[in-house]
């Protein structure tokens, strides 16, 4: 029941934030150089044209008119007629959607694997070389921007020796986890880079804590112990900076998906921005945000069920 | 000392902590042994090497610590031996209990969990019988309510409660030996003797032998019927808790007997030991308590640091122990 209430008062929160999000995205976008009615009709378009389309679309009406308008048909889930595509947004999202989605689910099992795996074995070893290689490998993956880690990964494994595919999404579950690799190793190293750091920190603390010395005692030793009795403890705070991944994470896919040509949402927003398609990038960007308030909102939720001394007030 | 083939038997056992200063010798040169179902005190003050002693003897020493000399448990040598064959006689054979039961709880696990755990790696138990279990060694630790317990989480329960829950862990397998570190210093004098009374009960009742470390000589004197005395990582007497305490050997031990308010006796103020621990990563050449001791004289400092047998059962490292040490014993009247 309380646990109800809190994600009752919880999802107004979000929702509150949504419309906030909205109102500034509207008034940025407003006092952007040109608009779309230029961007669609070209540089050859005469002022008469353009003054046509733009009472076509109905740009040309007072802004608080279209603010109006356009949160009117939000509250009813309509994100309006994409300018480009001529289609509805939630159609257009909905079609790179998918894309978007495997790639960020690769990342997700990606960067858990190396995450678990390396903050651990740099955890037990502590102090030798293999946690000094360990605790050097996230330098160089915060210290290189992910356009360039992605570069160099099509350049060394798709062009030179040609392991993967250089761009595009293919086929079928096995197609898929060929072709997304290269973007999906490209997110996973920045996103572990900042996880491992601190999980095997909180590793580390478990470790040399009292309850693990009792299990040790009660004759629980390697990976028993380990999974036991320490990842989980350790994963806690660890938790908790998924929110920030997240949103690195999603900042990370407009770049991957150009760089590895993935029609993702990424993508998609690029070319919205490009061609001043307004309804299209104000709904990739509301639900971009409604993802990260939500993730947020799970990660709270993952918290207290990880650990019982959390109650969700 | 002990007639019969001891249970455990622990020789010449020393043991080096890695700490940021550098080495440091935590104990060295510890002997003793301990016979099946019996009970021993080990005393000393805090930073003895008591703990650090206890935890050797299981292996279960910081990183970077080593250790030398030799530990017997019923015919096996436990030093120097690998993890893996360590495990198996953890809480099965000698277990242990902690000093402090607020945090020697794994916080995010469930009390039954906890429990059953050890039967379940231990003796191959499975999920419903080793609850099952574990529902019976609550109520043998006198909790209340113990379907409710297994199902709690450390955080709701009180310290005695949370102690209780580790004995009940230690008691699961019947161990032939447990190790007992301090178990009542982080509880209030009312949980304490009733801590005291269960494992009291327990170890009488279950036949194990039992090491209980103390600083509190008057929980030893409850408890045991033989104490070791520990002084900055050397024993330094040992014997049967009646003659130790009425007439001891060692003028370590006969400070400490001084420091304690006398209950029984005639009223005679408490006598604190004055000066400090000496410097662990410098310790005085001889006997280390000579720079605290009040009868010391030049011959202390060029002691052998074993302890050297007394009145057959007893063994004092002092060289004066046959002669003048400030005596507390018979006038003061230790009960006993």
Not at chain 1, 122 to 140: C, E, K, N, Q
Not at chain 1, 152 to 174: C, D, N, R, S
Not at chain 1, 197 to 224: M, P
Request: net charge positive; glycine share 10%; aromatic share 6%.
């Amino acid at each position: 029941m309380q646990r109800l209430g809190y994600l009752g008062r919880r999802l107004g929160y979000v929702l509150i934030t949504l419309w906030g999000v909205s109102l500034l995205l509207f008034v940025m976008l407003q006092l952007l150089p040109g608009g779309p009615a230029e961007a669609m009709l070209g540089i050859t378009a005469t002022q008469q044209q353009v003054d046509a389309l733009n009472q076509e679309l109905g740009l040309d009406r007072p802004v608080v008119a279209q603010y109006v308008d356009y949160m009117g048909r939000l509250i009813r889930g309509d994100l309006g007629d994409s300018l480009v595509f001529g289609r509805p947004v939630v159609d257009v999202i909905g079609d790179a959607l998918p894309a978007t989605l495997k790639l960020a689910v690769y990342v997700v099992a990606l960067s858990t694997l190396s995450t678990v795996t390396l903050a651990t074995l740099a955890a037990s070893f502590r102090g030798r070389a293999i946690d000094h290689v360990i605790r050097a490998l996230p330098l160089i993956g915060v210290g290189m921007p992910g356009f360039w880690i992605g570069a160099m990964l099509l350049f060394l494994f798709a062009l030179t020796f040609p392991f993967f595919p250089a761009g595009g999404i293919e086929e079928g579950f096995a197609g898929a986890l060929r072709s997304l690799f290269l973007p999906a190793l490209t997110l996973a190293i920045s996103v572990s880079a900042i996880l491992i750091r601190s999980l095997r920190r909180g590793l580390i603390d478990v470790l040399e804590s009292d309850h693990v010395l009792t299990a040790r005692a009660k004759g629980l030793r390697g990976v028993r112990l380990v999974v036991r009795h320490v990842l989980p403890n350790a994963a806690i705070p660890t938790v908790t900076l998924m929110g920030l991944v997240f949103v690195s994470l999603l900042g990370g896919a407009l770049i991957v998906e150009s760089v590895f040509a993935i029609p993702g949402v990424g993508q998609l927003l690029v070319n919205g921005f490009k061609r001043h398609d307004m309804p299209l990038v104000m709904g990739i960007a509301l639900l971009s945000a409604a993802a990260i308030l939500l993730v947020n909102l799970l990660i709270d939720v993952v918290y207290s069920l990880l650990d019982p001394r959390v109650s969700l007030r | 000392m002990v007639s019969a083939e001891p249970l455990l038997e622990v020789s010449d056992l020393a043991v080096t902590l890695h700490t940021p200063q550098g080495p440091l010798r935590a104990a060295e040169g510890v002997s003793f042994a301990v016979a099946a179902a019996e009970a021993v005190g080990l005393v000393g003050e805090s930073g003895s090497g008591k703990s650090v002693a206890m935890r050797a003897i299981l292996g279960l020493l910081p990183r970077g610590s080593t250790v030398s000399g030799s530990v017997r448990f019923a015919g096996r040598e436990l030093v120097g031996v690998a993890e893996r064959q360590l495990a198996p006689i953890r809480g099965r054979e000698i277990s242990m209990i902690f000093q402090d039961p607020m945090t020697a709880l794994n916080p995010i696990r469930r009390i039954g969990g906890q429990i059953g755990e050890v039967l379940r790696i231990q003796l191959g138990w499975n999920r419903r019988r080793a609850s099952a279990h574990a529902r019976e060694l609550l109520a043998r630790v006198e909790i209340a309510e113990p379907d409710r317990v297994l199902r709690q989480f450390p955080h709701q329960l009180s310290g005695g409660m949370r102690q209780r829950v580790l004995i009940a862990m230690a008691l699961a397998c019947q161990p032939r030996l447990i190790l007992c570190d301090e178990p009542t210093t982080a509880l209030d004098v009312t949980t304490q003797d009733q801590i005291l009374a269960l494992l009291r009960r327990a170890s009488d009742e279950s036949g194990a032998a039992m090491i209980f470390v103390s600083h509190d000589l008057a929980v030893v004197r409850q408890l045991c019927s033989r104490v070791l005395v520990m002084y900055a990582g050397r024993l330094v007497e040992m014997g049967p808790i009646g003659p130790v305490f009425a007439d001891p050997r060692h003028a370590y031990t006969a400070a400490l007997l001084r420091s304690l308010p006398a209950i029984d006796g005639p009223r005679q103020p408490p006598v604190s030991i004055g000066g400090e621990l000496p410097d662990r990563f410098r310790p005085p050449s001889g006997c280390r308590f000579r720079t605290r001791c009040t009868v010391a004289d030049d011959s202390c400092a060029s002691l052998p640091s074993t302890l050297l047998p007394v009145d057959g059962e007893r063994g004092s490292a002092c060289i004066h122990a046959a002669t003048g040490l400030p005596d507390r014993g018979a006038e003061s009247g230790v009960s006993r």
